[in-house]
Protein backbone atom coordinates (compact mmCIF):
# COMPACT_ATOMS: atom_id res chain seq x y z
CA UNK A 1 0.00 0.00 0.00
CA UNK A 2 1.28 3.20 -1.11
CA UNK A 3 1.73 6.16 1.39
CA UNK A 4 -1.02 8.51 -0.93
CA UNK A 5 -3.19 5.38 -0.12
CA UNK A 6 -1.93 5.75 3.63
CA UNK A 7 -3.72 8.88 3.46
CA UNK A 8 -6.96 7.86 2.61
CA UNK A 9 -7.04 4.60 5.34
CA UNK A 10 -6.20 7.73 7.84
CA UNK A 11 -8.53 9.77 6.87
CA UNK A 12 -11.45 6.94 7.20
CA UNK A 13 -10.20 6.81 11.47
CA UNK A 14 -10.47 9.97 11.28
CA UNK A 15 -13.97 10.01 10.18
CA UNK A 16 -15.07 7.65 12.84
CA UNK A 17 -12.30 9.03 15.43
CA UNK A 18 -14.42 11.64 15.39
CA UNK A 19 -17.91 10.30 14.86
CA UNK A 20 -18.81 11.13 18.38
CA UNK A 21 -22.55 10.78 18.98
CA UNK A 22 -22.07 11.58 22.74
CA UNK A 23 -20.93 14.53 22.08
CA UNK A 24 -23.88 17.13 21.00
CA UNK A 25 -25.77 15.92 23.94
CA UNK A 26 -23.46 15.33 26.31
CA UNK A 27 -23.98 18.38 28.86
CA UNK A 28 -27.38 17.68 28.97
CA UNK A 29 -27.05 14.08 29.21
CA UNK A 30 -24.52 14.57 31.73
CA UNK A 31 -26.85 17.37 33.66
CA UNK A 32 -29.65 14.78 33.75
CA UNK A 33 -27.27 12.29 35.75
CA UNK A 34 -27.71 15.29 38.16
CA UNK A 35 -24.07 17.15 37.40
CA UNK A 36 -23.61 21.04 37.75
CA UNK A 37 -22.42 22.77 35.03
CA UNK A 38 -18.71 23.27 37.43
CA UNK A 39 -19.00 19.38 37.82
CA UNK A 40 -19.19 19.21 33.98
CA UNK A 41 -16.50 21.73 33.17
CA UNK A 42 -14.46 20.12 35.82
CA UNK A 43 -14.77 16.95 34.51
CA UNK A 44 -13.57 18.42 30.81
CA UNK A 45 -10.73 19.69 32.66
CA UNK A 46 -9.58 16.80 33.84
CA UNK A 47 -9.72 14.90 31.16
CA UNK A 48 -7.35 17.84 30.05
CA UNK A 49 -4.93 17.66 33.14
CA UNK A 50 -4.68 13.82 32.06
CA UNK A 51 -3.51 14.53 28.56
CA UNK A 52 -1.25 17.46 29.53
CA UNK A 53 0.56 14.71 31.82
CA UNK A 54 0.00 11.68 28.69
CA UNK A 55 0.80 13.66 25.48
CA UNK A 56 4.74 13.91 25.23
CA UNK A 57 5.07 11.09 27.02
CA UNK A 58 2.86 9.00 24.43
CA UNK A 59 4.27 11.14 22.01
CA UNK A 60 7.86 10.47 22.32
CA UNK A 61 6.86 7.13 22.56
CA UNK A 62 5.26 7.09 18.87
CA UNK A 63 8.78 8.53 17.55
CA UNK A 64 10.30 5.90 19.69
CA UNK A 65 8.80 2.49 18.69
CA UNK A 66 6.25 3.47 16.04
CA UNK A 67 3.45 5.89 14.81
CA UNK A 68 0.74 2.71 13.77
CA UNK A 69 1.78 1.53 16.67
CA UNK A 70 0.64 4.33 19.20
CA UNK A 71 -2.52 4.72 16.77
CA UNK A 72 -3.37 1.26 16.87
CA UNK A 73 -2.58 1.17 20.81
CA UNK A 74 -5.01 4.30 21.10
CA UNK A 75 -7.97 2.80 18.94
CA UNK A 76 -8.09 0.06 20.99
CA UNK A 77 -8.31 2.09 24.47
CA UNK A 78 -11.10 4.16 22.59
CA UNK A 79 -13.24 1.02 22.16
CA UNK A 80 -13.06 -0.30 25.30
CA UNK A 81 -13.56 3.20 27.10
CA UNK A 82 -16.56 3.37 25.09
CA UNK A 83 -17.65 0.21 26.13
CA UNK A 84 -18.02 1.42 29.36
CA UNK A 85 -19.51 4.60 28.92
CA UNK A 86 -23.62 3.28 29.54
CA UNK A 87 -22.22 1.87 32.37
CA UNK A 88 -20.61 5.30 33.37
CA UNK A 89 -23.18 7.05 36.06
CA UNK A 90 -21.38 8.64 38.50
CA UNK A 91 -19.45 11.75 38.87
CA UNK A 92 -16.22 9.81 39.95
CA UNK A 93 -16.82 7.25 36.81
CA UNK A 94 -17.50 9.33 34.66
CA UNK A 95 -14.02 10.97 35.42
CA UNK A 96 -12.41 7.40 35.07
CA UNK A 97 -14.01 7.47 31.59
CA UNK A 98 -13.06 10.34 30.73
CA UNK A 99 -9.12 9.46 31.71
CA UNK A 100 -9.00 6.53 29.67
CA UNK A 101 -10.35 8.53 26.64
CA UNK A 102 -7.58 10.86 27.47
CA UNK A 103 -5.19 7.91 27.27
CA UNK A 104 -6.66 6.77 23.91
CA UNK A 105 -6.33 10.36 22.13
CA UNK A 106 -3.12 11.21 23.42
CA UNK A 107 -1.40 8.02 22.03
CA UNK A 108 -3.10 8.94 18.62
CA UNK A 109 -2.86 12.93 18.27
CA UNK A 110 0.45 13.27 17.64
CA UNK A 111 1.12 10.21 15.64
CA UNK A 112 -1.61 10.49 13.78
CA UNK A 113 -0.48 13.80 12.60
CA UNK A 114 3.10 13.23 11.90
CA UNK A 115 1.80 9.95 9.80
CA UNK A 116 -0.72 12.15 7.74
CA UNK A 117 1.75 14.69 7.33
CA UNK A 118 4.69 12.01 6.46
CA UNK A 119 2.45 10.62 3.81
CA UNK A 120 1.91 13.81 1.20
CA UNK A 121 3.57 13.43 -1.19
CA UNK A 122 6.47 16.05 -2.16
CA UNK A 123 4.87 17.92 -5.46
CA UNK A 124 1.47 17.84 -3.95
CA UNK A 125 -0.43 21.23 -2.20
CA UNK A 126 0.00 20.40 1.45
CA UNK A 127 -2.70 22.61 2.49
CA UNK A 128 -4.81 21.38 0.19
CA UNK A 129 -4.25 17.91 1.37
CA UNK A 130 -4.28 18.61 5.20
CA UNK A 131 -7.30 20.20 4.76
CA UNK A 132 -9.38 18.02 2.96
CA UNK A 133 -8.05 15.27 5.76
CA UNK A 134 -9.55 17.87 8.49
CA UNK A 135 -13.02 17.61 5.91
CA UNK A 136 -13.56 13.77 6.93
CA UNK A 137 -13.15 14.25 10.55
CA UNK A 138 -15.37 17.21 10.44
CA UNK A 139 -17.44 14.72 7.99
CA UNK A 140 -17.82 12.00 11.03
CA UNK A 141 -19.23 15.00 13.35
CA UNK A 142 -21.67 15.91 10.87
CA UNK A 143 -23.49 12.67 10.60
CA UNK A 144 -23.02 11.77 14.36
CA UNK A 145 -24.35 14.90 15.32
CA UNK A 146 -27.59 14.41 13.23
CA UNK A 147 -28.05 10.87 14.84
CA UNK A 148 -27.43 12.24 17.85
CA UNK A 149 -30.40 14.40 17.00
CA UNK A 150 -32.42 11.04 15.76
CA UNK A 151 -31.57 9.43 18.89
CA UNK A 152 -32.01 11.40 21.70
CA UNK A 153 -35.85 11.75 20.65
CA UNK A 154 -36.19 8.63 22.18
CA UNK A 155 -33.93 8.52 24.89
CA UNK A 156 -30.00 9.40 25.85
CA UNK A 157 -29.75 5.55 26.07
CA UNK A 158 -29.42 4.98 22.67
CA UNK A 159 -27.07 7.46 22.11
CA UNK A 160 -24.71 6.20 24.52
CA UNK A 161 -25.05 2.92 22.79
CA UNK A 162 -24.65 4.07 19.73
CA UNK A 163 -21.21 5.34 20.72
CA UNK A 164 -20.36 2.67 22.50
CA UNK A 165 -20.44 0.54 19.29
CA UNK A 166 -19.10 2.89 16.63
CA UNK A 167 -16.29 3.14 19.09
CA UNK A 168 -14.67 0.45 17.78
CA UNK A 169 -14.04 1.54 14.05
CA UNK A 170 -11.20 3.76 14.84
CA UNK A 171 -9.22 0.94 15.92
CA UNK A 172 -10.23 -1.28 12.83
CA UNK A 173 -9.30 1.23 10.17
CA UNK A 174 -5.96 2.06 12.10
CA UNK A 175 -4.78 -1.86 11.73
CA UNK A 176 -4.57 -0.83 7.84
CA UNK A 177 -2.07 1.65 8.27
CA UNK A 178 1.35 1.66 7.42
CA UNK A 179 4.43 3.58 8.91
CA UNK A 180 5.73 5.44 6.72
CA UNK A 181 9.81 6.49 6.29
CA UNK A 182 11.18 8.75 9.26
CA UNK A 183 14.60 9.75 10.24
CA UNK A 184 15.81 8.41 13.26
CA UNK A 185 16.49 10.28 16.61
CA UNK A 186 20.24 11.40 16.97
CA UNK A 187 20.22 12.17 20.57
CA UNK A 188 21.24 9.18 22.48
CA UNK A 189 19.84 9.65 25.62
CA UNK A 190 15.33 9.68 26.54
CA UNK A 191 16.08 12.93 28.34
CA UNK A 192 18.19 14.62 25.60
CA UNK A 193 16.09 13.42 22.81
CA UNK A 194 12.74 15.28 24.55
CA UNK A 195 14.80 18.16 25.31
CA UNK A 196 16.00 18.18 22.02
CA UNK A 197 12.36 19.01 21.13
CA UNK A 198 11.17 21.58 23.59
CA UNK A 199 14.90 23.45 22.46
CA UNK A 200 13.12 23.73 18.70
CA UNK A 201 9.53 24.27 19.41
CA UNK A 202 10.23 26.61 22.26
CA UNK A 203 13.73 28.48 22.60
CA UNK A 204 16.02 28.08 19.20
CA UNK A 205 13.85 29.86 16.84
CA UNK A 206 10.95 32.56 17.63
CA UNK A 207 8.56 32.49 14.64
CA UNK A 208 7.94 28.61 15.46
CA UNK A 209 7.49 29.68 19.03
CA UNK A 210 4.83 32.13 17.71
CA UNK A 211 3.00 29.89 15.69
CA UNK A 212 3.08 27.37 18.40
CA UNK A 213 1.49 29.83 20.91
CA UNK A 214 -1.22 31.22 18.39
CA UNK A 215 -2.00 27.66 17.43
CA UNK A 216 -2.67 26.96 21.18
CA UNK A 217 -4.58 29.93 21.89
CA UNK A 218 -6.74 30.21 18.67
CA UNK A 219 -7.47 26.46 19.35
CA UNK A 220 -8.82 27.34 22.50
CA UNK A 221 -10.58 29.92 21.25
CA UNK A 222 -13.29 27.62 19.23
CA UNK A 223 -12.65 24.58 22.22
CA UNK A 224 -14.51 27.15 24.97
CA UNK A 225 -17.29 27.18 23.53
CA UNK A 226 -17.80 23.35 22.61
CA UNK A 227 -18.86 22.99 26.46
CA UNK A 228 -20.99 26.50 26.49
CA UNK A 229 -23.10 26.08 23.60
CA UNK A 230 -25.34 23.47 24.61
CA UNK A 231 -25.94 24.97 28.14
CA UNK A 232 -26.61 28.24 26.21
CA UNK A 233 -29.24 26.47 23.48
CA UNK A 234 -31.03 25.30 26.51
CA UNK A 235 -31.05 28.65 28.56
CA UNK A 236 -32.62 30.24 24.91
CA UNK A 237 -35.14 27.45 25.22
CA UNK A 238 -33.27 25.05 21.74
CA UNK A 239 -35.28 21.96 22.01
CA UNK A 240 -32.70 19.14 22.71
CA UNK A 241 -33.85 17.17 19.35
CA UNK A 242 -32.44 20.74 17.68
CA UNK A 243 -29.11 20.33 19.23
CA UNK A 244 -28.12 16.95 17.03
CA UNK A 245 -28.86 19.30 13.96
CA UNK A 246 -27.29 22.62 15.11
CA UNK A 247 -24.05 20.68 16.04
CA UNK A 248 -24.11 19.05 12.17
CA UNK A 249 -24.66 22.72 10.49
CA UNK A 250 -21.76 23.81 12.66
CA UNK A 251 -19.50 21.21 11.90
CA UNK A 252 -20.45 21.27 8.28
CA UNK A 253 -19.30 24.80 7.88
CA UNK A 254 -16.00 23.81 9.37
CA UNK A 255 -15.74 21.51 6.97
CA UNK A 256 -16.32 23.78 4.08
CA UNK A 257 -13.79 25.96 5.23
CA UNK A 258 -11.34 23.27 5.88
CA UNK A 259 -11.60 22.06 2.38
CA UNK A 260 -11.05 25.62 0.35
CA UNK A 261 -8.70 27.36 3.30
CA UNK A 262 -6.18 27.46 0.61
CA UNK A 263 -8.66 29.06 -1.29
CA UNK A 264 -10.03 31.37 0.74
CA UNK A 265 -6.37 32.23 1.90
CA UNK A 266 -5.51 32.91 -1.73
CA UNK A 267 -8.69 35.31 -1.78
CA UNK A 268 -8.64 37.54 1.33
CA UNK A 269 -4.85 36.91 1.72
CA UNK A 270 -2.59 35.87 4.03
CA UNK A 271 -2.99 38.51 6.71
CA UNK A 272 -7.19 38.66 6.03
CA UNK A 273 -6.92 34.90 6.90
CA UNK A 274 -5.02 35.85 10.31
CA UNK A 275 -7.63 38.52 10.57
CA UNK A 276 -10.66 36.42 10.46
CA UNK A 277 -8.88 33.23 12.74
CA UNK A 278 -9.03 36.20 15.61
CA UNK A 279 -11.91 38.33 14.94
CA UNK A 280 -14.52 35.59 14.35
CA UNK A 281 -14.30 33.62 17.87
CA UNK A 282 -13.98 37.22 19.67
CA UNK A 283 -17.26 38.62 17.42
CA UNK A 284 -18.59 34.94 18.46
CA UNK A 285 -18.58 35.52 22.00
CA UNK A 286 -19.95 39.07 22.03
CA UNK A 287 -22.43 38.11 19.97
CA UNK A 288 -23.66 35.50 22.35
CA UNK A 289 -23.30 36.82 24.89
CA UNK A 290 -25.20 40.67 24.09
CA UNK A 291 -27.31 39.83 20.92
CA UNK A 292 -31.15 38.25 20.41
CA UNK A 293 -30.73 34.52 20.68
CA UNK A 294 -31.49 33.94 17.44
CA UNK A 295 -28.40 36.34 16.44
CA UNK A 296 -27.13 34.28 19.10
CA UNK A 297 -27.62 30.75 17.73
CA UNK A 298 -26.21 32.06 14.40
CA UNK A 299 -22.90 32.91 15.99
CA UNK A 300 -22.12 29.97 16.37
CA UNK A 301 -21.09 29.46 13.51
CA UNK A 302 -18.23 31.93 13.54
CA UNK A 303 -16.28 29.72 15.89
CA UNK A 304 -16.16 26.97 13.54
CA UNK A 305 -14.42 29.02 11.14
CA UNK A 306 -11.85 29.79 12.86
CA UNK A 307 -11.67 26.16 13.66
CA UNK A 308 -11.39 25.53 9.87
CA UNK A 309 -8.93 27.99 9.24
CA UNK A 310 -6.21 27.42 12.09
CA UNK A 311 -6.42 23.37 12.10
CA UNK A 312 -4.92 24.01 8.56
CA UNK A 313 -3.27 27.21 8.80
CA UNK A 314 -1.41 26.65 11.82
CA UNK A 315 -0.98 22.79 11.28
CA UNK A 316 0.98 23.36 8.15
CA UNK A 317 2.84 26.30 9.30
CA UNK A 318 4.01 24.62 12.64
CA UNK A 319 4.64 21.10 10.83
CA UNK A 320 6.87 21.52 8.09
CA UNK A 321 9.24 23.35 10.59
CA UNK A 322 9.43 20.48 12.39
CA UNK A 323 12.02 17.44 11.56
CA UNK A 324 10.34 14.39 10.84
CA UNK A 325 12.67 12.54 13.37
CA UNK A 326 10.32 14.21 16.21
CA UNK A 327 7.61 15.67 14.83
CA UNK A 328 4.98 13.49 16.60
CA UNK A 329 6.62 14.24 19.98
CA UNK A 330 6.51 18.25 18.87
CA UNK A 331 2.65 17.80 17.76
CA UNK A 332 1.96 16.10 21.07
CA UNK A 333 3.32 18.86 22.60
CA UNK A 334 1.45 21.14 20.93
CA UNK A 335 -1.70 19.75 22.26
CA UNK A 336 0.09 19.37 25.84
CA UNK A 337 -0.15 23.28 25.97
CA UNK A 338 -3.60 23.38 24.21
CA UNK A 339 -4.88 21.43 27.05
CA UNK A 340 -3.13 22.57 29.74
CA UNK A 341 -4.90 26.02 28.85
CA UNK A 342 -8.14 24.54 29.47
CA UNK A 343 -7.38 23.15 32.76
CA UNK A 344 -8.02 26.76 35.15
CA UNK A 345 -10.30 27.97 32.32
CA UNK A 346 -12.90 24.90 32.47
CA UNK A 347 -13.74 24.87 36.15
CA UNK A 348 -13.62 28.83 36.28
CA UNK A 349 -15.76 29.21 33.52
CA UNK A 350 -18.44 26.80 34.82
CA UNK A 351 -18.46 28.66 38.20
CA UNK A 352 -18.75 31.75 36.89
CA UNK A 353 -21.98 30.78 34.56
CA UNK A 354 -23.36 28.68 38.11
CA UNK A 355 -22.85 32.10 40.20
CA UNK A 356 -22.68 34.94 37.71
CA UNK A 357 -24.58 33.63 34.47
CA UNK A 358 -23.57 32.93 30.86
CA UNK A 359 -23.60 36.63 29.42
CA UNK A 360 -20.71 37.43 32.17
CA UNK A 361 -18.90 34.34 31.03
CA UNK A 362 -19.56 35.19 27.35
CA UNK A 363 -18.09 38.53 27.58
CA UNK A 364 -14.89 38.02 29.66
CA UNK A 365 -13.86 35.91 26.92
CA UNK A 366 -14.31 38.35 24.45
CA UNK A 367 -12.08 40.58 26.30
CA UNK A 368 -9.56 37.65 26.83
CA UNK A 369 -9.08 36.65 23.32
CA UNK A 370 -9.30 40.13 22.40
CA UNK A 371 -6.11 40.83 24.38
CA UNK A 372 -5.02 37.87 22.72
CA UNK A 373 -5.31 39.18 19.15
CA UNK A 374 -3.20 41.96 20.30
CA UNK A 375 -0.41 40.85 21.81
CA UNK A 376 -0.03 36.93 19.94
CA UNK A 377 -1.56 37.34 16.21
CA UNK A 378 -0.58 40.84 15.68
CA UNK A 379 2.88 40.02 15.67
CA UNK A 380 2.69 36.83 13.37
CA UNK A 381 0.89 39.33 10.64
CA UNK A 382 4.13 40.98 10.45
CA UNK A 383 6.47 37.79 10.15
CA UNK A 384 4.30 36.21 7.22
CA UNK A 385 6.68 35.95 4.64
CA UNK A 386 8.45 34.17 7.09
CA UNK A 387 5.64 31.15 6.92
CA UNK A 388 5.44 30.85 3.33
CA UNK A 389 7.69 27.91 2.49
CA UNK A 390 8.11 25.06 0.19
CA UNK A 391 9.90 22.31 1.20
CA UNK A 392 9.95 20.19 4.84
CA UNK A 393 13.26 21.26 6.42
CA UNK A 394 15.02 17.82 7.22
CA UNK A 395 17.37 16.96 10.24
Known amino acids: MSLSRNITVASWRAFFGMFLVIVPVLVPYWRSLGLSMHEVLEIQALFGLAMVLLEVPTGYIADLF ?4 S ?4 GLISGLTFTFLPFARTYNELVIYEIALALAATLVSGAEDAIVYES ?3 AVNR ?3 IGSFRVWSLSGETLAALLAGVLVMYSFELV ?6 VGWAPFCFALLLIEPPRSAMVESTHTGRIAKVFSHVLVEDSLTRLIFINYVVWGLSSFCVVWLLQEYWT ?3 VPLPYFGVIWAALMAASAIVSKYVHVIEHRIGAAGTLAVIALAPISGYLLMGYAPP ?3 ITAGVLFYITRGLSYVVFQDAFNWRIPSSYRATANSLLSLCFRLGFVPIGPLLGTVIDTRGMTTALGGLALAFGVCGVVLMLPLIKRLDEMHVHEIPSQ
Do not use: D, F
Open 71 to 74: VVLG
Open 160 to 165: VWAQAI
Open 127 to 129: RKI
Open 294 to 296: VVG
Open 66 to 69: GRKI
Open 235 to 237: QVG
Open 120 to 122: IPA
